[in-house]
Every structure is written in structure tokens, then in C-alpha cells.
């Protein structure tokens, strides 16, 4: 038990005092009456009934304790005020963040500490929401760090140290948690038994979750089914081996098989239905460079990578418990890496992908031919459509980056057939191996286990409701909602939406290196942008759902083939929208609640918080506004500066790519996020030896530098409003120095080596770690809040801003 909860039960004790007074009340009266029938002259005691001497003893017992308790309480203040826990929190929280002096032991306080003194115990909050919070803080702090020196270490030294990642996680984070409680709640709602009238939306996801955990039916189907579709897909050469012939084979022709058996068409050359980012009202075909099988990141250092290495030796497992001779697979396969590999080297790096009118190059398929002719384009794109959705020779298609597909041209004219066959019937195997049985998916664990650390698979039934969720997430985020979702949180929520929002608006009108008319485009771009929270009503509504899944049909007794009606549900709905008007506020594309994130869409100019983060860590009525502006209120700025990072800028309040700085004001934004660039580029994860990618984490960066500004600017102005807070009990912080404890709670993270290389590599966030020191230190109200002396690690001389 915590010291907070152990404070906390102060105020139980004193109801209990209250009860014995009341007791006693009853035996006086009780003894009058008795008195009446007194003959002799015994003792006062001899004089008693055995039930009146019973109840003198636990009066007086009762009363010594309460004299007893009022000393140690009294004791108890005159060291740290309402509430004493150095004697029952291990030794990793074991001190009050007012620091080891302020519990009477321990070195003395620096003088950062001085500023959070003030009255005692009625200006604390005792509620049972307050005390839960003040437990969970304390959990996750180490007071023995100067908070100027490290605040991670500070506001989360204590969850590092007690945190133990399980084998089946590659991390342990505050969206881990939260993820594994709605994981919970959703499998309480999925394995409900049907009821006879229950909506189909909802059967649809039960049939797929029993068709998940029935391990019997999968591993007595065995690997028969990956191999008849790897067969009527056209053949894996490394499997068929002599029998397989070069002339059956086109790449083309393989895509369309696989657009018909619900596998990926992206392979070669990705194909969507995006929307036109210069006239965001309507869709628009888009190519873009292949989906790869591992990230392009890794297969660029090619073949002799430890990481390409593993997918290599993976690959050829997996085609030899499939039927595969193993030297035949090893060479073959080696042939098929090389070629994936070349598909990595002509494509474009992350870095470069940044600039959205660079990858925008509209060519009507008449221009697609003639440009690149080795494709007949108008029949590829008919093929992969519904054949509802069909065009022609004037259709506009966007090609994201033209000199992949003209590379790839060359590339595949110098690619052996073969050897191409084998690369994409490699995808599909690949793609199939986790509805498997469960000798094939022990190699995948062991493939997993090079990538990310995790040394176990998740139970199943985790796996089974993350499967469900993922792809049902429309149904499955309805029977969160009506079972779990607390509605008083989307209230609150709109509330601090709207005080964020006006505080970013303030700083628009406020910031000095930007010319009016930018300005006015700014303005105008945060007064359109359009917010989603919680849900859409529409979930709520049976007859919605009903008609959204009315085309899909799933039994329980064949995994992968449900899956594979699922992918093929999914895509039909894609590309049938082709022809159909942009709804920017469709229910559909918001109905996904069940979800621990938050969105910032270009296009739409929109935010979007789905009820699934509108708890634990980040939300909660029950607590002090300060931990939730903190928390999910930097959240909110950080969705909102979204719209305004290197990426967001480039699209105007209608979400379309228009260039709307003036030249001036451009240079003046690129200056101050070169700056972020900088400051994170320099950021090294000491455990691995990385440091981060400033270029990709840019618009990440710059979100969490602007969010928890403006988080912490609308906190000021609740307490304008409504008045100065309560402090939580045992944390003398101030509300303040609170906002920023709770603000850096949120990143509190914990990951492998192997889950933090990957992260560094191919992710576009930065570690926890980061997230907290980076923006608080370019913070000169966090250097205040806690009067961190100027040239201090958390108060630099040089600061970066952008918001």
C-alpha cells in the first residue's frame, strides 16, 4: 500500500471515532434504567452489566486511541504538514517531491523546492480521485533527482526503475497501459454469447474472435490453405520448383490475382484512392513507391545488415516449413532479397518525402502511358477498381514519385521472372503466416524477437481481440462505447478543446516574425479547423452499422479466409470511392473510438480524440484540472500544432496544398524549425548509441514544443476563472509544478534495445525520454515554475521555438 492511500485512510479512522461516541451514548442510557433496580451499594465497576463494562472498555480504548493519533498526527504536520509516507513507499518513491528535507531526512532541499511551500492541510485535496492521482505520481517519480538537471528522470525515475518489460511486449509506456485496459474491456464485450436478434455488425466481429482462438480448427487445417492460395495465386517458383514456368508469369497479371483474393496490390507499385490535395472535394487515383517487407531504412544498408539478415534467414524458414528444399530456397530468396532491395534503393527516404508539392505530379493515363510505357495503365487501373468504378484515357492519376515507377521499369526489365515471382509469393506468404499454425508462427516469433526484443507471443486472446478490433474496429468501437465510455469525459473535454484552441490563436496573433496577411491565413486556417471527440453518434445506431457491413460475411470455422474476406471488404470499400464526394465529417472515417491516439488530418484541417484515450493517465474528472491539462490537455495542443508543423503548413484552412506564406515569413519558420531539427539531431539514446533523426521527427517535435505551450497557457486561464487549486496530497508541489509533472508523466516510457533502434530508425516520434526534455526545456515558464537557475540542462541559454 502506498503512503498516499495510507493518508487517505486518516479520514475513516475518524468516522470510526464518531462511532464509538455513539455507542457510548446508547450504554449511559441503557445503565439509568438499570440503576432502578439496584438493592445494595457494590462498587462503581461491580455495579456495571457485563455488556456496560464491555462497551466502558472500547470507549476508553477508543479514546487513548484517539489521543494517540491526534499526537502522531500532530507530530506528523510538524515534519510535512497533512501527511507523512517516507516510512511505507519503497525506496524508488519513498520521499515526498517537496525532497527528502521536507520529510525530515535526507540531504537538504535546493532552493528550486522552496517555491512549492505553503499551507497546510486545507490547502489539499483528499478526495479518493485526488489520493489515487498523488499514489500514482509518487509511483512514478524519484524526488532524489533535481528536476533542473533531468525532469524525465525526476517525473519518471521511479517507473524505470520499477517497471519490468513483459516477454510479450517490446515496451512498457502510458499508451501500453491504458491500451491493455481497453484490451480488457474489449474482450468482455467480444465474448459475450449473441443474443438471438443481436446485429449482425456485432456477430461479425464474435464469429471472427472464435475463429481466432480456435486453435483446434486452425492447426487441423494445418498449412493447406496458405499453399492452395499461394497455388492459385500462380505458384511460389521456390515450392513448385521445376514445375513452375517463367511464361505463366507477368507481374501485372499477379497483382490483379491478388486484388481478387483480397491480398495486397501494393507490392510493385502502391495504388490508393487518396484525395486530391489541391482540391480536397475530390478523390483522385494515387501510385506511390512499393510497400516493402521491411523498412526501407534497414534494406538500404543491404544485404550483410544484422536486421536484413534476419528477414533473409526468416524468409527461407518459412519457405521450407511450407515444402521448400532449403539450398533451393536459400539461393532463390537470396535473388528475391536483392530485388527487394533494389525496390528499397530506387525509392525515396523519409527525409524527402517531407515536401507534399513534391510528391504531387498529376499525369492523366494518356501521359502515364506515353511517359512509361511499359504498362498498360488504363487496364491495370480497371483491373484493381470494382468494375462499377471504371476510367479512361483522360482519368488524372497523382504520381507521388516519378522516378520510382521509371526506375522501375529498367529494374524489372533486368529482373528474371522468377526471381520476381518468388519476391511477391514471398509477400503473400508473409502477409498469411500469423493465422497459422502454430509451428509457422514460432518461427515469426523468432523473426519478431530479432526485430523488437519481445521474446513471447502475447496471450492469444489479446492477439485475437487486437486482430478483431483492428479490423471491425467500426463494430468493435460501437460496443465499447455503449458499455464503457463515461460521458461527463467528452463534456470536458470540448470544454478544454475550445480553451487550447483559443489560447493557439492568442499566440498567432502575438508571434513577431510573421507578416499580417500569413497571419490572417493562419487565423483563418485555426478558426476552420474542424474536432472529433469521443465518438460519432452514428455508433450508436444499429440500422448505420448495419448498413456499413451489410457486404461482408464471416464464418468461424476458417481464419485465414476470413481474413482475407476482411482485406477484400476493405478494399472494395476503398476503391469504390473513387467517384464519391468528400465528406469531411463522414462518421465512417471518425467511427474508430477504440483507440488509444489522437489525429491531426491535413485534409480535413480536423483533430480527433477517440474515447479511448479519454481516461487513465490522460483524463479523469476526478482529479485536479492541473493533471489534466497537463496530460491530455498537451495532447490536445500537440493535434492542434499539427496543422501548423513543416508538414501541416504546406495546406490552407480548406485542406489543400497551397502555398499561403508570404517568401519572408517562410524563411523566418524554416530558421526557428531548423532549429528543432537541430536541438533533436543532437538528442542521443545512450543505451544503443543512436542519435535521433531530427529531419523525420521535425512535425512531431514541433507539435509537442507548441501542444504543451498551449496547453499550459489555457490551465492559466481555468484558474483565472475558476480560482487557484488544491495541491494532491503528500506532493507539496504546486498546481503548476504539478501540470508539468503530470505533462511529463504521459511519456514516461520503457522499451528494449532492439524496440528503441527500430523506433530511432523508421519512426517519425521521439522516444518518451525526449518528448519530455526537449519541449520543457525550450520552456522559460517550466524554468520559473521550478526556478531553474539560467545555463542549467532543462533551462539552455539557447532555446528553440516555433509556436
Known sequence: MSGALLCGDVSPLRGTHIGLRHSGDVARSKRGRRNLDVKENPTWWKRRSALERGLTIVAVSGALLCIALAVALGVLASNVGPCDVSTTVPDNSEMLPSTAEALGGGPPAKDVFSVSRGPESDDVCFTAGCV???????????????????????????????????DDKVSVTTFSVISDKLQEQLRLSIEEESSPHEPKPFRLAKNLYKACMNKTAIESLGLDPLKKILQKLGGWPVLDGDSWKDGDFDWKKSVYVFRKMGYSVDYFIDFSIGVDLKNSTKRVIDLDQASLGLSREYLSKGFDDKIVQAYYSYMVDIAVILGANKATAAKELKQSLEFEIKLANISLPNEKRRNATLLYNPMTIAELTKTYNSVPWKEYFNNLLPSN??????????????????????????????????????????ASVSYLTEEIRKRQLAYSTALSGKTEREARWKECVDI???????????????????????????????????????????????????????????????????????????????????????????????????????????????????NKSDWITHGRPAVVNAFYSSIENSIQFPAGILQGAFFSNDRPRYMNYGAIGFVI???????????GRQFDKEGNLVDWWAPQTKENYLERAECI????????????????????????????NGGIKEAYLAYNQWVKRNGPEKKLPGLRYTPRQMFWISAANTWCSKYRPEAIKLRITTGFHSPGEFRVLGPLSNMPEFSKDFKCPLGTKMNPEKKCSVW
Not at 471504371?390 to 533486368?414: A, G, T, Y
Not at 481474413?563 to 473513387?578: A, H, Q, V
Request: hydrophobic letters at 35%.
Open 132 to 166: 489515487h492521482t498523488a499514489s500514482k505520481i509518487l509511483e512514478s517519480m524519484d524526488p532524489n533527482v533535481e528536476p533542473c538537471d533531468d525532469f524525465y528522470q525526476f517525473a519518471c525515475g521511479g517507473f524505470l526503475k520499477e517497471t519490468t518489460i513483459p
Open 389 to 430: 468504378v471504371q476510367v479512361d484515357e483522360n482519368e488524372v492519376v497523382i504520381v507521388n514519385v516519378p522516378s520510382f515507377i521509371s526506375d522501375l521499369e529498367e529494374l524489372l526489365s533486368q529482373t528474371p521472372k522468377r526471381v520476381q515471382a518468388n519476391y511477391v509469393m514471398w509477400r503473400a506468404a508473409g
Open 637 to 647: 495542443g500537440h493535434e492542434i500544432t499539427h496543422g501548423f508543423d513543416d508538414q
Open 677 to 704: 531539427i537541430n536541438q533533436y539531431g543532437n538528442y542521443t539514446v545512450e543505451e544503443v548509441g543512436l542519435n535521433l533523426n531530427g529531419i523525420n521527427t521535425q512535425g512531431e517535435n514541433i507539435a509537442d
Open 468 to 582: 478483431v478490433s483492428g479490423s471491425l474496429s467500426i463494430s468493435v468501437g460501437a460496443l465499447y462505447v455503449r458499455k464503457y465510455f463515461k460521458e461527463d469525459a467528452k463534456k470536458t473535454a470540448v470544454e478544454m478543446v475550445a480553451d487550447i484552441r483559443e489560447e493557439f490563436t492568442k499566440i498567432l496573433k502575438k508571434i513577431e516574425w510573421m507578416d499580417e496577411e500569413t497571419r490572417k491565413s493562419a487565423l483563418d486556417k485555426a478558426a476552420s479547423m474542424s474536432s472529433h471527440i469521443a465518438y460519432p453518434d452514428e455508433l450508436l445506431h444499429d440500422n448505420k452499422l448495419e448498413e456499413f457491413y451489410q457486404n461482408l460475411e464471416l464464418t468461424s470455422d476458417n481464419y485465414l479466409e476470413s481474413i482475407l474476406n476482411l482485406t477484400l471488404f476493405g478494399t472494395e470499400y476503398s476503391f469504390s470511392k473513387l467517384r464519391k464526394p468528400v
